[in-house]
T-cell receptor, first 112, second 111 residues
Framework: SQTIHQWPATLVQPVGSPLSLECTVE??????LYWYRQAAGRGLQLLFY??????ISSEVPQNLSASRPQDRQFILSSKKLLLSDSGFYLC???????????FGSGTQLSVL | GENVEQHPSTLSVQEGDSAVIKCTYS??????FPWYKQELGKRPQLIID?????GEKKDQRIAVTLNKTAKHFSLHITETQPEDSAVYFC??????????FGTGTRLTVIP
């Protein structure tokens, strides 16, 4: 069966510190991978998507970057966090069932 | 890119009544429209979806309708129960295979 793992679940970081969130998918090969952000009480904003290793597309300009070093691994990074980077970050994938998007459990990031 | 608008932003109904959430989209090439339910602090979960070649789909107490001409689609929940309380998101899949979400509807079912 297909599963998605995302960690950490919560993270508190000072302004200006680096960030690394990791996501891995099991049970499917060559998934499309996504990073979404959800600000408190708001909708889901697509940040990055990837259709293959090393292929990253960004939907909005921002302080964040993404990388896909392996087929089923997706990493969200920042060199210096801003207060406005706080939010609930969700990794997601589409796998063998085309179109259907499945989310990881999310990371609640608080930048203080 | 795709623009998905969702209304209302909040909705309160009495237990047993029906709830309707409406969405519009802008990209006429969009052809897949899922709905997600997100409970507090948890991940969004897919609850039902519809493709552009179908006008209506039903699964027990939930149903979705799609009007391609008008570019709008709706979620209908009948006989609502307290456990239906959550935030619901509509979404549209673009021709580039990216899913764009509406801003969400917080549904509260009052016992």
């Amino acid at each position: 069966s297909q599963t998605i793992h995302q960690w950490p679940a919560t993270l508190v970081q000072p302004v200006g510190s680096p960030l690394s969130l990791e996501c891995t998918v099991e049970g499917t090969s060559n998934p499309n991978l996504y990073w979404y952000r959800q600000a408190a009480g708001r909708g889901l904003q697509l940040l990055f998507y990837s259709v293959g290793i090393g292929q990253i597309s960004s939907e909005v300009p921002q302080n964040l970057s993404a990388s896909r070093p392996q087929d089923r691994q997706f990493i969200l990074s920042s060199k210096k966090l801003l207060l406005s980077d706080s939010g609930f970050y969700l990794c997601a994938y589409t796998g063998s069932i085309a179109e259907k998007l499945f989310f990881g459990s999310g990371t609640q990031l608080s930048v203080l | 890119g795709e623009n998905v608008e969702q209304h209302p932003s909040t909705l309160s109904v009495q237990e047993g009544d029906s709830a309707v959430i409406k969405c519009t989209y802008s990209d006429s090439a969009s052809n897949y429209f899922p709905w997600y339910k997100q409970e507090l602090g948890k991940r969004p979960q897919l609850i039902i979806d519809i493709r552009s070649n179908v006008g209506e789909k039903k699964d027990q107490r939930i149903a979705v309708t799609l009007n391609k001409t008008a570019k709008h689609f709706s979620l209908h929940i009948t006989e609502t129960q307290p456990e239906d309380s959550a935030v619901y998101f509509c979404a549209a899949l673009t021709g580039a295979n990216n899913l764009f979400f509406g801003t969400g509807t917080r549904l509260t079912v009052i016992p």
